[in-house]
């Protein structure tokens, strides 16, 4: 079992930026492929971007592609999710998963393990 903890949600104008972390409990966090996911109210939980155990490979869905940027640091057993020139269709809650693999994945049903979600509000 791992716990994931969400932060770093807030209120941002169009066209700001945010950083979103995600800690975890445990020693083992280097054992596990880790992404982010968002959904929207009335919306299905949609991938965002995803980074391998390695941290050497990272996979980014369309609509943040170019503005958002996956890293990790094993040390502090945390993954973060930098967003850039954010816009009102952003706006959701972002859910951090972890995954037992190597590899990264943009299907939610691969992963093992989820954190309760941080909300990102964007106004334009």
């Known amino acids: 079992q791992v716990q994931l903890v969400e932060s770093g949600g807030g209120l941002v104008q169009a066209g700001g930026s945010l950083r979103l972390s995600c800690t975890a409990a445990g020693r083992t966090f280097s054992s596990y492929a880790m992404g982010w996911f968002r959904q929207a109210p009335g919306k299905e939980r949609e991938f965002v971007a995803a980074?391998?155990?390695?941290?050497?490979?990272?996979y980014y869905s369309e609509p943040v592609k170019g503005r958002s940027t996956i890293s990790r640091d094993d040390a502090k057993n945390t993954v973060y999710l930098q967003m850039n020139s954010l816009k009102p269709e952003d706006t959701a809650v972002y859910y951090c998963a972890a995954r037992r693999s190597y590899t990264v994945s943009p299907y939610a049903n691969n992963y093992d393990y989820w954190g309760q979600g941080t909300q990102v509000t964007v106004s334009s």
């Open positions: 980074i391998s155990r390695s941290g050497a490979s990272t």
